[in-house]
């Protein structure tokens, strides 16, 4: 395979609808994204049903944007990398349908992608000198883990969420609050304002020796201080709240960084997922690194959150390495790469 091997991606594992045209391992040609926020938005979470239609509307014309854009023609394509799992069973379908209805009227080989392991190439597309073994705590609306990524696609788990996903307790306590959906951004952007010594929050797991996360119990203590400060008459402080339950989140995130890093003694950090693009989190897991002198890789919010280049990425190394798929290929929602 040459550098000139050119891999389209395609992703809609969850409420994004996108597709990638990359060149080689990792010269992003186009990266286009049609967002469904504002279908969502309404619920508070994303609605599978929904999510499915949606993509289902999205998928053609954006793939029609993106060969116009790419100056791509079937001919010119090598390789179609699809996500295949872990993801809503519903949105799975659609990507997975249209990259085997292309590979069929195109005559191109299909690949089925791990969405997990698309976010670990998300850190390797956006800083091409991180290479294996490194960490990464991917951390979204579905997903907190904190993953080992070694040589030849050689992942373990070393721990993930007992409940909530971070992303999922930042969505919810923003609800609780009525703040807009996605909850991230709107609770970073209030956290600005805010005291982040104002409340203190419990985080379960963050004592442990275990590489384990529990976001249920922050918000149950967060419905009761709101319902408290509601009872006696006081004004919502929402910006020290948000400062506060952001402080809370970080700390419990990096708590188990820095007891992965000593497990595991790889000193070579990544991040991804939504909550990735938490600026907090961020510059905390930098400032964390510096003092322990560890590399950490920070890709842009575009590569942290769901997107198809990581896909494309992902398939063409997956691929370069001799793996194949064909028209029996299937979602699995629960798909797990882990070799624990
Ligand atoms: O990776 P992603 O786009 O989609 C999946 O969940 O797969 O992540 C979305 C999640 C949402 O829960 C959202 O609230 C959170 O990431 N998120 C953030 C920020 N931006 C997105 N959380 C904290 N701070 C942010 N800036
Ligand atoms: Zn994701």
Redesign the pocket.
Known sequence: MDDGFITLGIET????TAIAVLRGAGDVVCDALSSQIRDHSPFGGVLPELASRKHQEAIIPLLRSVMAEARATPRDIDLIAVTAGPGLMGSLIVGVMAAKALSQGWGVPIIGVNHLEGHLYAGMVAHPELSPPFLCLIV????TEIVTAREGRNYTLLGDTRDD?A??A??KAAKLMGLGY????E??LMARDGDSSSYSFPIGMKGTKTVEFSFSGVKTSLRAMIDNLKKSGSDIPTPDICASFQKAITEALLAKVKLAVSQTGIKRVAIS???A???A?RDELSELGHANGWEVYLPPKKY???NAIMIAAAGYAAYSLGERSDMSLSPDPSWSIWKN
Do not use: K, Q, W
């Open positions: 594992s969850c409420d994004d979204s609306g579905g997903h996903a992303g999922e930042y969505d996605p909850g991230g951004p609770i970073e997922g939504g909550v693009a938490n600026a989190l942290c959150t769901d």
